[in-house]
């Protein structure tokens, strides 16, 4: 047997003992059989620290375990901590067992405290303490917060900001003290924020709220007004942002503003006050902003005759994100004759413009909405000229068709959201598929099965490009889809929403497509379901005349005339039996067959839901009407009439 054993892992922290309490060792090992060996270890910490022929001591279990200590000065990353266990055995040369990792010393965490501000008054500078700190690391210096990326930020809540200076009082190992100077324009209670950062990367951040008041002698007041709502990247002028009186009448005034978005302070244009304004001055000014946001406006108005008569307010103007413009569906014509599936790589879809000007790529984001179910994201990229942007994704199209219509949503980090308009449909598949997967979205719902192996898809492709395929291929393929159990339980779901608006259930399901299967009729399904009980208690109200109403409405697409109501009203009244015997009489007739007819060219509004109806999209011609009624009514079932119109040339050339 020989030498084997671990580390154990700790995570150091700059100025703090590691590893830290309550673990003293740093590596455990065992050497089993052994009973006459004598160890040492020398650890070395990656730091340039060693601990050399430390005595390791037995751990709990068995085995021994290597005690050892040590305190990073600083933080730091890239070391590489070591074990090394020695092994002595008297008349044996010795044996030696290395354990090593890399290592990441941590900086300490820091701790704030607010320095409670006393009020300040408008118009005088503070300068002073504003936080006091802690670093968790006892030798933490003061070069940690004055060197590299180490310092004081204070926002001082009126949309100032500026650097604090950090001193160590106490001198290395003592704490911190921020200090910042600062002039308020205006009265009101302020939040101040200060966030210290450590060169390592630790950060604290603390509050404090401070209390301007107005001298007592100040005769100015100042009223600041509400700027309307901006658009960032849009000027504005000659807006009014204060009104002020001044007890020193006849005096003139001088205006400062501050837009709160860190741009210089600007002259704002006095109009004096005077008995044709009330004696009320008025501020006015323009500004852009380059952001939107919301941002404090701070007024302050100067009495020129008595310079220290000042007065501020403030008020908070909302800015909003600039609309995205010149919004263009690039998605161009392709070919009505592809390979399935089609992938598209690094496809242009849209280009757009910020009216506020190029904002950094990663400040939008795009979704692209592929026609086919499938949302994916877009890659927004800054054109060559500086002005435009551009969208690009890819997919895969796996299912064929003809209507994928591609659209592009883009959205600004600010807020602002535009999609493009509607385009050029992209064709999938060829047109062989394009048919297949249309049928199979108008016969049942959904889009056909491409797997295993091709699916349905395959095998139909294959059918009905065939060389020995019949003429009439497309329309036989539509007969073995309508022969399926899955149209045939759509297809009575579909008569139970629209009739009785509910699903069937399962066993009105098996019940009905057994009668089809035995040679029962579509317009005997539905005379069964209008003539129920529950068709005639749910749609009627268990009333016959309405019945007969409604009957009619269903069948015919009209309400039922008087002389239909008063023929029709013994055959309403007197049972399930006589009202389903009355209704499939009424689907039959000349005019009912025509509506059916009229459903499967372009859907009625109260024909059945798909999968029956709106094959061609258009209204039938009369005759079509003709044609399809006369054959209906020697007997030729509904299956055929779809098979002949969806198998159709005309349908064929629509996908």
Do not use: C
């Not at 008349?91 to 409670?116: C, E, I, K, R, Y």
């Not at 860190?262 to 500004?287: D, K, L, R, Y």
């Not at 103007?317 to 014509?333: G, Y």
């Not at 390979?339 to 757009?352: C, G, K, Q, R, S």
């Amino acid at each position: 047997m020989s030498l084997s054993g671990q580390l154990v892992p700790f995570s150091p922290v700059e100025g703090i003992s590691a590893p830290p309490p309550p673990q003293t060792a740093v590596a455990t090992f065992t050497d089993p059989g052994v009973t006459n060996a004598t160890y040492l270890a020398d650890i070395t910490w990656g730091d340039g620290s060693q601990n050399l022929n430390v005595t390791p001591l037995p751990a709990n279990g068995g085995g021994f375990q290597v005690p050892g200590s040590h305190t990073y000065s600083d933080e730091m990353g890239g070391l590489t901590f070591n074990v090394l266990i020695k092994k002595f055995v008297p008349g044996n040369p010795p044996v030696s067992l290395s354990l090593s990792q890399g290592l990441t010393v941590a900086d300490a965490n820091l701790h704030s405290s607010s320095a409670s501000i006393p009020n300040q008054a408008e118009g005088t500078q503070f300068s002073g303490l504003v936080a006091r700190f802690t670093d968790d690391n006892p030798t933490a210096p003061l070069s940690d917060f004055s060197t590299g990326t180490g310092g004081a930020t204070i926002n001082w809540g009126d949309g100032t900001v500026s650097a604090g200076t950090v001193s160590q009082p106490s001198g290395t190992g003592g704490g911190f003290d921020v200090n910042g100077t600062h002039t308020y324009a205006a009265k009101g209670n302020f939040t101040i924020s200060v966030q210290i950062n450590d060169k390592g990367g630790s950060i604290t951040t603390v509050t404090d709220m401070v209390t301007v008041i107005r001298p007592l002698t100040d005769p100015i007041t100042t009223t600041a007004s509400q700027v309307p709502n901006q658009v960032e990247g849009a000027a504005f002028a000659n807006v009014t942002v204060a009104t002020f009186v001044d007890a020193n009448v006849g005096s003139t005034h001088t205006a400062m503003i501050s837009w709160g978005d860190g741009s210089p302070n600007t002259a704002g244009t006095v109009t004096e006050p005077a008995a044709g304004n009330g004696f009320m001055g008025q501020v006015t000014g323009g500004h852009t902003y380059t952001k939107e946001g919301q941002f404090q406006i701070t007024v302050s108005v100067t009495d020129n005759l008595v310079p220290s008569n000042t007065d501020g307010d403030f008020k908070t103007v909302t800015v909003n994100d600039a609309p995205l413009v010149n919004v263009i569906n690039d998605v161009q014509p392709n070919n009505n004759n592809n390979p399935l599936p089609l992938t598209v790589n690094n496809l242009l879809t849209a280009t757009f413009s910020d009216q506020a000007g190029p904002e950094p790529a990663n400040n939008y984001t795009a979704t692209i909405n592929w026609g086919d179910g499938n949302i994916g994201a877009g890659q927004v990229t800054l054109d060559a000229n500086n002005v435009t942007f551009s969208v690009r994704g890819s997919h895969v199209y796996k299912i064929p068709g003809n209507n994928y219509t591609i659209t592009t949503t883009i959205m600004d980090n600010g807020g602002s959201q535009a999609t493009t308009p509607a385009a050029n449909p992209v064709f999938v598949g060829s047109q062989v598929e394009r048919f297949i997967e249309q049928a199979y979205l108008d016969l049942l719902g959904r889009d056909v099965d491409v797997a295993p192996n091709g699916g349905a898809l395959a095998f139909w492709r294959n059918y009905l490009t065939s060389p020995s395929a019949p003429p009439n291929a497309r329309g036989l393929m539509v007969l073995a889809i309508e022969g399926t159990p899955e149209y045939r339980g759509k297809l009575i779901d579909s008569y139970f929403f629209t009739y009785l608006k509910r699903h069937a259930d399962g066993n009105a399901i098996s019940i009905f497509s057994n009668y089809l299967a035995a040679g029962g009729t579509f317009e005997g399904i539905k005379g069964i379901i209008i003539g129920s009980d529950e068709y005639f208690a749910k749609r009627a109200n268990n009333n016959p005349n309405a019945f007969i109403n409604v009957l009619f409405l269903d069948t015919l697409g009209r309400p039922a005339d008087p002389a239909a109501q008063q023929n029709l009203f013994s055959y309403a009244a007197g049972g399930a039996a006589k009202r389903t015997f009355l209704a499939q009489a009424v689907i039959t007739t000349p005019e009912g067959l025509a509506y059916i007819v009229k459903g499967y060219f372009n859907n009625q509004a109260l024909q059945p839901l798909p999968p029956l109806g709106a094959y061609l999209h258009r209204q039938a011609d009369q005759g079509a009407i003709n044609f399809y009624v006369s054959i209906l009514q020697r007997g030729v079932r509904d299956e055929l009439v779809i098979a002949d119109i969806v198998g159709s040339l005309e349908y064929f050339n629509r996908v």
